[in-house]
């Protein structure tokens, strides 16, 4: 029997909520499939703060390293913002992408038929989502040096810098043409080339690689066009590939195209060792402990993580269903309501998936 060491990192708000139905789930599916799956937990975020003084402990790095997978709920709350920038939840996350070498996050985009209706677009602008975004996660503006502030001037002044090298450009391209040619092999580059010299850097990587690859079609799009076509004619696009900061905002306005940021997973990757699984949905600090919270983005996240992270195909495909059987059922979370449907709680649906399962 094939054995299983994953961590999961429950974190804050919403996350003890989601990762128990996460639990649940993936014993029942271990046993199904036969399988043995080690769920370690591991404080994570800020309830790590709380008890170790950092959201990213030296003891949940090892156990992730050791592991085959991370699973990771969300972190974050309001309270922890006038904390110091490298003691906040979020710095945590950045702090495990860093310790991982998680270079590739991957984000599909797709529309469930039986959600059809729940997306602010119409259904006709939506029905033919099925995108992947897939960003660049440890380089860029968001750990590019120098940054800080500047004290000595006669008003407050701060900066970062956006930066990347070729090489960081061209692993980042490699997964987009993987993921590309098991799908419809067209890829859309997005930069702000018209503007900034690290933009150039990226479009004349980006074509200097994939130009190796004839199986690839190529489109450049800047990022503020990309944000319109996305909400125009999302059905346009299959794999998005893009660096960190694009990549973060593009791929949130994408999620609403589902219907909720409740249903969108993404698997954070390198070429070698574990991977992160996480839903693109934060700790939802307003609906914490209510038990109201969609938990299908952490379950999503969960089956990228058999799939991707496990080979474990067949389970990944019977949870997917499973989500899929319940939403044409009529059963939702709060967060997609319609009117229409019957409502339930976060461990009520995960109860009604586990019976699909
Ligand atoms: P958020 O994603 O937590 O919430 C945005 C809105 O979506 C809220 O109204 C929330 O109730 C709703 N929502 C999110 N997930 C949901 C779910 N599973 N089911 C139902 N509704 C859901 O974003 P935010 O409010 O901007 O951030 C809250 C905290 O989360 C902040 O501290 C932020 O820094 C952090 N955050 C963490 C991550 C992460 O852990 N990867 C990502 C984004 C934000």
């Given at each position: 029997?094939?054995?299983?060491?994953?961590?999961?990192?429950?974190?804050?708000?919403i996350?003890?909520?989601?990762?128990?139905?996460?639990?649940?789930?993936?014993k029942?599916?271990?046993?199904?499939?036969?399988?043995?799956?080690?769920?370690?937990?591991?404080?994570?975020?800020?309830?790590a703060y709380?008890?170790?003084?950092?959201?990213?402990?030296?003891?949940?790095?090892?156990?992730?390293?050791?592991?085959?997978?991370?699973?990771?709920?969300?972190?974050?709350?309001?309270?922890?913002?006038?904390?110091?920038r490298?003691?906040?939840?979020?710095?945590?996350?950045?702090?495990?992408?860093?310790?991982?070498?998680?270079?590739?996050?991957?984000?599909?985009?797709?529309?469930?038929?039986?959600?059809?209706?729940?997306s602010?677009?119409?259904?006709?602008?939506?029905?033919?989502?099925?995108?992947i975004?897939?960003?660049?996660?440890?380089?860029?503006?968001?750990?590019?040096?120098?940054r800080?502030?500047?004290?000595?001037?006669?008003?407050?002044?701060?900066?970062?810098?956006?930066?990347?090298?070729?090489?960081?450009?061209?692993?980042?391209?490699?997964?987009?043409?993987?993921?590309?040619?098991?799908r419809?092999?067209?890829?859309?580059?997005?930069?702000?080339?018209?503007?900034?010299?690290?933009?150039?850097?990226?479009?004349?990587?980006?074509?200097?690689?994939?130009?190796?690859?004839?199986?690839?079609?190529?489109?450049?799009?800047?990022?503020?066009?990309?944000?319109?076509?996305?909400?125009?004619?999302?059905?346009?696009?299959?794999?998005?590939?893009?660096?960190?900061?694009f990549?973060?905002?593009?791929?949130?306005?994408?999620?609403?195209?589902?219907?909720?940021?409740?249903?969108?997973?993404?698997?954070?990757?390198?070429?070698?060792?574990?991977?992160?699984?996480?839903?693109?949905?934060?700790?939802?600090?307003?609906i914490?402990?209510?038990?109201?919270?969609n938990?299908?983005?952490?379950?999503?996240?969960?089956?990228?993580m058999?799939?991707?992270?496990?080979?474990?195909?067949?389970?990944?495909?019977?949870?997917?269903?499973?989500?899929?059987?319940?939403l044409?059922?009529?059963?939702?979370?709060?967060?997609?309501?319609?009117?229409?449907?019957?409502?339930?709680?976060?461990?009520?649906?995960?109860?009604?998936?586990?019976?699909?399962?």
């Amino acid at each position: 029997m094939k054995k299983y060491k994953i961590v999961l990192l429950s974190g804050d708000g919403i996350g003890p909520e989601i990762s128990e139905v996460s639990k649940k789930v993936l014993k029942k599916l271990s046993k199904y499939h036969n399988f043995d799956i080690e769920i370690i937990e591991e404080l994570f975020g800020g309830i790590a703060y709380e008890k170790y003084g950092s959201p990213a402990p030296d003891k949940t790095l090892d156990q992730c390293k050791k592991s085959d997978a991370v699973l990771l709920a969300c972190v974050g709350d309001i309270k922890y913002d006038s904390l110091a920038r490298e003691l906040r939840p979020e710095s945590g996350l950045l702090k495990l992408r860093s310790a991982l070498n998680l270079f590739a996050n991957i984000r599909p985009v797709k529309i469930r038929k039986s959600l059809l209706d729940s997306s602010t677009l119409k259904k006709e602008i939506v029905e033919h989502v099925d995108l992947i975004v897939v960003r660049e996660l440890i380089g860029g503006i968001y750990f590019g040096k120098p940054r800080g502030h500047i004290t000595d001037t006669k008003i407050p002044k701060a900066f970062n810098t956006m930066v990347y090298d070729s090489a960081e450009i061209e692993r980042i391209t490699e997964i987009a043409i993987k993921i590309a040619n098991q799908r419809n092999k067209k890829i859309c580059s997005v930069d702000k080339s018209n503007v900034l010299e690290v933009s150039q850097l990226w479009r004349d990587t980006v074509l200097n690689i994939t130009s190796k690859d004839k199986n690839i079609s190529l489109s450049n799009m800047y990022v503020d066009n990309a944000a319109m076509q996305l909400v125009r004619d999302p059905g346009q696009f299959d794999v998005i590939l893009t660096s960190n900061l694009f990549g973060d905002i593009l791929s949130d306005l994408a999620a609403m195209l589902t219907g909720s940021i409740g249903m969108l997973p993404s698997a954070s990757l390198n070429n070698d060792g574990p991977g992160v699984f996480e839903p693109v949905h934060g700790s939802a600090p307003d609906i914490a402990g209510k038990n109201i919270a969609n938990p299908i983005a952490m379950l999503l996240s969960a089956s990228m993580m058999l799939k991707i992270g496990l080979n474990e195909e067949e389970a990944a495909e019977n949870l997917e269903t499973a989500i899929d059987k319940v939403l044409s059922k009529g059963f939702r979370t709060a967060d997609l309501a319609d009117g229409f449907s019957e409502v339930l709680s976060c461990s009520e649906i995960g109860d009604k998936i586990m019976d699909e399962i």
